[in-house]
């Protein structure tokens, strides 16, 4: 199972950027996918987690201001984000874990850098 993570970029303050992440693979179901995000020298931190269920978590930095939503027939997680700040900037790591023939997985994508200028 992988993760394949798109959509980062260069912002203006304000703007916004949508980022993706899709699951491929054999699995029989993504349990949660979601998206943390960390800066040098800083912990990871949660941006936005979509259960299976359908509830949804955000860090605080991201309540208000970003979305997150999936296409399961995609098998895709869409972050929307608006409203972006400086402080936005990171590179944001795309998260699932799903249960295969072999148990629960926890994955994680490569990084995908959003960067907010002032």
Known sequence: VQLQASGGGLVQAGGSLRLSCAVSGTFFVIN???WFRQTPGKERELVAISASAGSTTYGDSAKGRFTISRDNDKNTAYLQMGGLKPEDTATYYCSAFVTTTRGGER??????????SS
């Open 107 to 116: 994955l994680w994508g490569q990084g995908t850098l959003v960067t907010v």
């Open 32 to 34: 949660y996918v979601g």
